[in-house]
Nanobody, 122 residues
Framework: QVQLVESGGGSVQAGGSLKLSCAASGRTSSGLPRGWFRQAPGKEREFVAGISWGGSSTLYADSVKGRFTIARDNAKNTVYLQMNSLKPEDTAVYFC???????????????WGQGTQVSVSS
């Protein structure tokens, strides 16, 4: 079992920045690809970014490319999502997930955190 805990959410104005963290614990917690997803009210949960176990491969949704950066520190079992140039449409609950493959497909991730709220005002 893998436990994931997100932190770092909050409220910012458009153009601002936030850095989310996802700390993992449990069996093989550091040896799995990790992804960030988000869910806005009334919308489906969508892929944001993902990173391979070693960090050499990353994926980004088109909507966040050039603004968000995913990184990981396996010594700390932690994955980060640096979010710059935030827009009101980035407002959502952000979830960390872990699974056997680096993919944009939500159902491929086995373990999920509880989420952290990000609110961006105009």
């Amino acid at each position: 079992q893998v436990q994931l805990v997100e932190s770092g959410g909050g409220s910012v104005q458009a153009g601002g920045s936030l850095k989310l963290s996802c700390a993992a614990s449990g069996r093989t917690s550091s040896g799995l690809p990790r992804g960030w997803f988000r869910q806005a009210p009334g919308k489906e949960r969508e892929f944001v970014a993902g990173i391979s176990w070693g960090g050499s491969s990353t994926l980004y949704a088109d909507s966040v490319k050039g603004r968000f950066t995913i990184a990981r520190d396996n010594a700390k079992n932690t994955v980060y999502l640096q979010m710059n140039s935030l827009k009101p449409e980035d407002t959502a609950v952000y979830f960390c997930a872990s699974g056997p493959h680096l993919t944009t497909i939500r159902s491929a991730y086995n373990y999920w955190g509880q989420g952290t709220q990000v609110s961006v005002s105009s």
